[in-house]
Structure formats: structure tokens, C-alpha cells
């Protein structure tokens, strides 16, 4: 005997929520979905009207999803923002050139702007050329941060408001874990945060309206809407540390599917002891961006590259700053530990 939607008791259930247990059919699961992203906006009073927001596009099945959905509840309850799409081009041949394609499709299926901003323009490197200099051990680290740079030189160039992600609960739970594992505390403390308020000039305020968005219901709200969304994993990440965290996270979802939430809920109410020093936020004193170091991470990772020493932005070189700052020339011995290492 077939299941019944347990939500309008009528149509047939085609689906059971990974969320919360219950059967519903799609059109009650579609609008389940959209007033938890609505509530999640309200609640946390994410935009304010006539903002403009950049919604931060990879043309994966996150970014399709929210774009969808925002431009869908601006609509339907009047936000009245003004909706763009920004996109990075991080230089990965056969991976990102093909989700861009989809990103374009994307900007004529919802008739919203799209600015695409690459790092071989803005850093003068390709991931494919950083990948054949670093190779694959830390790779990840170099496009996380040059990412998050280029998302916000985007939304300068632009002039948004804000920009919004299309982090979902799976991904901040991730988060929460592996800044446990690494005991940082300073982002273990902001990385449950839905939103980030502006801290100081180049820096856009970013925000999370599918942060408890599970994400198997993303892939089920973007296949029974057939959204068109790229679903290729990065060539590149097969060994980033995130994979580590995310298949822990699974494992407890399997035995628990609250695990998600749990873990977000104990990241949001974490309390830090007194007395823990912390990193004051400044700026870089090259290129003028947040930066907790005299040099953010960017230029220092970038100036690696340049020098041949990869390895300069990996681990804690602090005390190399000044010298990078002044353009001096490293010791031999100091060489020899940023060389590239044979993969």
C-alpha cells in the first residue's frame, strides 16, 4: 500500500526527509524546503530590502540550489534585493571551464547578472600551475585561500552588499570537526557564525541561508526540480583533510541522523576560557586585506610561488615576514625548507 504525504495527507510520499523522518510528497518537500531557507533568512535577518547580493555561483549542486531558492523567496516575499551571480575561475582544465558552462546556463535560466573573476588574472597563477609546483599534498590550501580573496574582490568590483554561499549543514559541521582536530580555536569560535559582519575595507559580509540545509535534501530538491547543476568532485581534492571530517560525519549520521545538527548546535555554543589569548585582526601591510600577520596568507602564499619556494605559506613562517616585507634574500637554510619536495 502506498504512503501517503504525512503533510497535506493526500498525495502519494515519494521521498522519507533525511531531516526530520517524515514522508512527504514532492510539492509539500519543496515548500518544506523553501520556508526553512525563509525562517533561516528571517530569523537571522540576513538581508535588509534594496540590498544588492552576489550569490558566490561554482555551478555545483549547493550554489544551483540557492540560487534557485533566492531568487524564487525574493519573489515570493518581496525582499526586494538585487540578485547577482559571481563565479571564480580557479584554472582547473576539465573541472572548472566545464562548471562555468553550467554557471552561464544558469545566469539564462534566471536572468540574473554574472561576473566571473579568475586567479591567473587576479594572482598571475592557474591551480594547474600551482598543482604541477606544490603538487597535491597542499594544493587545497593555496585555492581555499585565494578563493576566499577573489569572491570578495568580485563582489568589490560588483559594489554588493553582501555575498552569499551555498554552505549547508553538512558543510558547517564539517567545519566544526576539523577545527576541533586542528584545536583552532579562533575559527572554531566564527565558523558556526550564519553570517559575518564587514571587517574592514576590501571585505564584503558573507552569509549562509542554507546553513541547515541538510545536504542530502539539496540533492533531492535539485534532482526533483531538475536543476541543472555540475556534479564532478574537484581532480584536485582527493586528499584535502576536509574528506577526513566528512566521511567521520557520515559514519554518524548513519547510526544518528541528528549527528549534523548536533554538532553545528555545539560549535554555536561553544564558550571560550578566559585568558585564551586570541589573534587580533589587522590588515596586510602589501596588499591592504584582513590579515591577523603582518602579511595576509595570500601574498605570503603568492610570494612563495613567485620565489620557487612553495612551501613558505605552509605552516607557521612568521618570523619570515619582515624579511619578505623588505625583499631580502633568504638563507640557504631557510631555501632548502621551502624548496618544493618530489611527489
Keep these: 500500500m502506498p504512503v ?15 531531516k526530520t523522518g517524515h514522508s512527504l510528497c514532492k510539492e509539500c518537500f519543496f515548500w518544506a524546503f523553501e520556508e526553512e531557507v525563509h525562517q533561516t533568512i528571517l530569523m537571522a ?3 535588509k530590502h534594496g540590498e544588492t547580493v552576489g550569490i558566490a555561483a561554482s555551478g555545483g549542486k549547493d550554489s544551483t540550489v540557492l540560487a534557485h531558492v533566492m531568487k524564487l523567496l525574493n519573489e515570493r516575499y518581496d525582499y526586494g534585493l538585487q540578485l547577482m551571480l559571481l563565479s571564480v575561475d580557479e584554472g582547473i582544465t576539465g573541472y572548472r571551464d566545464d562548471s562555468l558552462e553550467t554557471v552561464k546556463r544558469n545566469q539564462q535560466q534566471y536572468e540574473l547578472p554574472l561576473k566571473i573573476v579568475s586567479y591567473k588574472e587576479l594572482y598571475g597563477w592557474t591551480m594547474d600551475a600551482i598543482v604541477k609546483q606544490v603538487g597535491l599534498k597542499n594544493n587545497c590550501t593555496f585555492c581555499g585561500v585565494f578563493r576566499r580573496q577573489a569572491l570578495d574582490r568580485g563582489a568589490i568590483m560588483l559594489n554588493v552588499d553582501k555575498i552569499c554561499t551555498g554552505h549547508n549543514a553538512d558543510d558547517v559541521a564539517e567545519t566544526v570537526l576539523m577545527n576541533v582536530l586542528r584545536g583552532d580555536i579562533a575559527r572554531l569560535r566564527r565558523c558556526t557564525a550564519i553570517s559575518t559582519a564587514s571587517e574592514g575595507d576590501g571585505v564584503v559580509p558573507r552569509c549562509k541561508p542554507l546553513k541547515y540545509a541538510y545536504e542530502k535534501e539539496i540533492v533531492l530538491y535539485a534532482y526533483f526540480k531538475k536543476l541543472d547543476y555540475f556534479s564532478t568532485e ?18 554518524l549520521e548513519s547510526v544518528r541522523p541528528s549527528s549534523i545538527m548536533d554538532v553545528i548546535h555545539s560549535g554555536e555554543n ?19 586585506y584582513i590579515s591577523s600577520q603582518a602579511l595576509c596568507k595570500a601574498c605570503v602564499l603568492l610570494e612563495g610561488l613567485n620565489r620557487g619556494l612553495p612551501r613558505l605559506g605552509i605552516g607557521k613562517h612568521h618570523r619570515l615576514h619582515d624579511k619578505i616585507i623588505s625583499q631580502q634574500p633568504l638563507t640557504e637554510k631557510e631555501e632548502r625548507k621551502l624548496k618544493p619536495v618530489d611527489f
Design 234 to 251: 574537484c581532480i584536485y581534492s582527493p586528499n584535502a583533510y576536509r574528506g577526513h571530517a566528512r566521511t567521520f560525519l557520515k559514519d
Design 4 to 18: 501517503l504525504c504525512s503533510s497535506c495527507l493526500d498525495k502519494r510520499a515519494v521521498m522519507k526527509r533525511p
Design 45 to 47: 535577518k540576513l538581508f
Design 270 to 288: 561553544l564558550s571560550v576560557r578566559e585568558g585564551v589569548k586570541m589573534p587580533v585582526q589587522g590588515t596586510c601591510s602589501r596588499c591592504g
